[in-house]
């Protein structure tokens, strides 16, 4: 069954989200570890998505209960918080709703910047990973790649992907809307802009602002590190030294080293309060670089993540029903495969039973007949029993989509004899957005009434 536990910016502060996704950065192997050491290994597969605003677990777990238990006890294991603090951080879904979930979440539908780009390529590279691992289910496969064209199709069919937005793009028209020049690529032009931090994020923005032609760029690493972005652009390489002379001088600060130390501080900006040109810095970092007290200074605007909001972001109500309109059709046909899958085991269980019964035939005649004659009719026989399984394999296909298989599987054994349970087909279950804890009271309450019944 289709499982899945989500925390992101939606449920936590950002500097918890921080914590949690800097913990969970190698979390594929603590979850195979507690599977291993679980009686009945409840998990057959997992993909993890861990990015700077989400941590998420998908899973394909045989039993409900007890795959969620792997999970958590793999969350304790890697991060060091207790039980009560991760029940009330993640949100579990199961069957359609877990699979709705990460289709929006790869379409963009599900970001502080809706509509952004680079998330597709953040839940590509969490498969990729997992592919490499090998960690992944065929359940598990169909489910990305169904979510991954399905945000493909989002990009380039809708109003809303041709936007093509990013996160970047959206902080730098804020951080230009601020200063008073309105919205659009080149409102940044002429603009002297510091950028804090050498990671992908801070990549992705001096990609943007060379885009725009900004040309007076400084970037900063508080670890010393050079960005690759300084010889790219041929941007300034700005030091220890020299951060403080750029911060004043600077028109717009974009932070995101996400190190959890004020690189921004009051004294850093000591000389500037007061200035006539206005100073704005977009803190992007999950872990804020901004110390206390830089907003109230004069003529300092500070705004973070949670200011990129839907308005802000340009995405209207039309562009996002457009979109919603594709993910929910992306759903349904991963459903319909989904469901397609209960009938597998059926399918593989009735080709053996008439493979079996050709294969008696057949060793039966070859104590009797040549061994030419015998190839012969096996070749013939062979025919038949592929004609023969066509319209029964297509009937349970059928039947699988529309929920029956156990009615298909009565009437198999009373029809054809074969006697099998239905175990091994995939379970589907839904379970709507929950508070993990939420879960796992309401699991511990049928529990207790199950007990109760049975004394």
């Given at each position: 069954?289709?499982?899945?536990?989500?925390?992101?910016?939606?449920?936590?502060?950002?500097?918890?989200?921080?914590?949690?996704?800097?913990?969970?950065?190698?979390?594929?192997?603590?979850?195979?570890?507690?599977?291993?050491?679980?009686?009945?290994?409840?998990?057959?597969?997992?993909?993890?998505?861990?990015?700077?605003?989400?941590?998420?677990?998908?899973?394909?777990?045989?039993?409900?209960?007890?795959?969620?238990?792997?999970?958590?006890?793999?969350?304790?294991?890697?991060?060091?918080?207790?039980?009560?603090?991760?029940?009330?951080?993640?949100?579990?879904?199961?069957?359609?709703?877990?699979?709705?979930?990460?289709?929006?979440?790869?379409?963009?539908?599900?970001?502080?910047?809706?509509?952004?780009?680079?998330?597709?390529?953040?839940?590509?590279?969490?498969?990729?990973?997992?592919?490499?691992?090998?960690?992944?289910?065929?359940?598990?496969?169909?489910?990305?790649?169904?979510?991954?064209?399905?945000?493909?199709?989002?990009?380039?069919?809708?109003?809303?992907?041709?936007?093509?937005?990013?996160?970047?793009?959206?902080?730098?028209?804020?951080?230009?809307?601020?200063?008073?020049?309105?919205?659009?690529?080149?409102?940044?032009?002429?603009?002297?802009?510091?950028?804090?931090?050498?990671?992908?994020?801070?990549?992705?923005?001096?990609?943007?602002?060379?885009?725009?032609?900004?040309?007076?760029?400084?970037?900063?690493?508080?670890?010393?590190?050079?960005?690759?972005?300084?010889?790219?652009?041929?941007?300034?390489?700005?030091?220890?030294?020299?951060?403080?002379?750029?911060?004043?001088?600077?028109?717009?600060?974009?932070?995101?080293?996400?190190?959890?130390?004020?690189?921004?501080?009051?004294?850093?900006?000591?000389?500037?309060?007061?200035?006539?040109?206005?100073?704005?810095?977009?803190?992007?970092?999950?872990?804020?670089?901004?110390?206390?007290?830089?907003?109230?200074?004069?003529?300092?605007?500070?705004?973070?993540?949670?200011?990129?909001?839907?308005?802000?972001?340009?995405?209207?109500?039309?562009?996002?029903?457009?979109?919603?309109?594709?993910?929910?059709?992306?759903?349904?046909?991963?459903?319909?495969?989904?469901?397609?899958?209960?009938?597998?085991?059926?399918?593989?269980?009735?080709?053996?039973?008439?493979?079996?019964?050709?294969?008696?035939?057949m060793a039966s005649l070859r104590t009797r007949l040549p061994e030419e004659t015998v190839a012969e009719v096996e070749r013939s026989v062979r025919r038949v029993y592929r004609k023969v399984l066509h319209t029964p394999t297509v009937n349970a296909h059928r039947h699988a989509q529309a929920g029956q298989t156990d009615e298909y599987l009565r009437a198999l054994h009373m029809v054809m004899g074969i006697d099998m349970d239905n175990r091994e087909a995939t379970a589907v279950i839904d379970t709507e957005k929950?508070?993990?804890?939420?879960?796992?009271?309401?699991?511990?309450?049928?529990?207790?009434?199950?007990?109760?019944?049975?004394?």
């Open positions: 069954m289709l499982l899945s536990l989500a925390a992101s910016h939606a449920e936590l502060p950002l500097g918890r989200l921080a914590d949690l996704s800097a913990a969970t950065a190698d979390f594929g192997a603590a979850l195979a570890e507690a599977n291993a050491a679980h009686d009945g290994v409840p998990l057959d597969g997992w993909v993890v998505l861990s990015t700077c605003n989400r941590v998420e677990i998908h899973v394909d777990a045989t039993l409900f209960h007890d795959g969620l238990d792997v999970v958590v006890e793999a969350l304790e294991q890697a991060t060091g918080w207790r039980r009560p603090e991760l029940t009330t951080s993640f949100q579990v879904r199961a069957g359609r709703p877990a699979a709705e979930h990460l289709f929006r979440v790869a379409s963009g539908l599900e970001s502080i910047v809706l509509g952004e780009a680079e998330i597709t390529g953040q839940v590509r590279a969490a498969f990729n990973d997992a592919l490499h691992e090998g960690s992944t289910t065929p359940m598990l496969n169909e489910l990305f790649q169904h979510s991954l064209r399905t945000a493909k199709r989002v990009s380039s069919a809708t109003s809303l992907g041709r936007a093509g937005r990013s996160s970047a793009e959206v902080v730098l028209d804020t951080a230009a809307a601020a200063l008073g020049g309105g919205s659009g690529a080149s409102t940044l032009a002429g603009r002297r802009v510091l950028v804090i931090g050498s990671g992908a994020y801070s990549r992705v923005v001096c990609a943007e602002l060379a885009l725009r032609r900004v040309n007076e760029v400084g970037v900063f690493s508080p670890s010393g590190r050079r960005s690759a972005s300084i010889d790219a652009y041929g941007y300034e390489h700005v030091t220890a030294e020299t951060v403080d002379e750029w911060m004043r001088a600077a028109d717009v600060i974009v932070t995101c080293s996400g190190q959890g130390v004020a690189t921004v501080t009051v004294e850093s900006l000591a000389g500037r309060e007061g200035a006539v040109r206005p100073l704005v810095v977009m803190d992007a970092a999950l872990q804020s670089d901004v110390a206390d007290g830089v907003a109230e200074l004069a003529g300092v605007q500070v705004l973070g993540l949670n200011s990129l909001a839907v308005g802000l972001s340009g995405v209207g109500d039309e562009a996002l029903a457009e979109a919603e309109v594709v993910v929910g059709d992306g759903v349904d046909r991963f459903e319909n495969r989904r469901r397609e899958r209960r009938a597998d085991p059926v399918i593989v269980r009735m080709r053996q039973y008439l493979r079996g019964i050709v294969d008696e035939e929950l508070p993990l804890d939420a879960v796992f009271s309401a699991v511990q309450q049928a529990e207790t009434g199950s007990e109760a019944e049975v004394s």
